[in-house]
């Protein structure tokens, strides 16, 4: 299909696997998160994503996405970033992301973490 839709199976280099569902007209999506890693003390499960992409010429748009880990932590991650597409038609997607954990007070310096992760296709 076309190259950088989001919709299918993904997977970073932490081993986390995202399930993009179809990418509607308006660029939004949903889908589920299963992260490798976790802080989290209850059992990691399964999280809903929900994200909107840019449908660019280039077909190398920018995209982001939040997932809510409801199940197992009170905490919440925002991805955003974009899809490169190589010489040989290979996509990745480029991100950062922003890990908000529930913090007992406003200004809580510890409460938000960032990194970035790269994930590449799988299906
Ligand atoms: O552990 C969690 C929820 C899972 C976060 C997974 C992160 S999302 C960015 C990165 N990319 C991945 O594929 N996986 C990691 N939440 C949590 C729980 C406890 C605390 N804590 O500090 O206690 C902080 C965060």
Avoid at 77 to 93: A, H, M, P, R, S
Wanted: charged content about 25%.
């Amino acid at each position: 299909g076309q190259k950088c839709i989001l919709t299918g199976l993904w997977r970073n280099e932490l081993g986390s696997k995202m399930q993009i569902q179809e990418v509607k007209g308006d660029g939004t999506f949903s889908g589920e998160y299963k992260t490798a890693v976790s802080l989290a003390r209850r059992p990691i499960q399964p999280a809903s994503l929900n994200g909107s992409q840019h449908f660019d010429e280039a077909g190398q748009p920018t995209f982001g996405f939040t997932v809510n880990w409801k199940s197992f932590s009170d905490s919440t991650t925002v991805f955003t970033g974009q899809c490169f597409v190589d010489e040989n038609g290979k996509e990745i997607l480029e991100t950062m992301w922003l890990l908000r954990e529930k913090a007992k007070a406003p200004n809580g310096w510890e409460a938000t973490r960032v990194g970035t992760n790269v994930f590449t296709r799988i299906k």
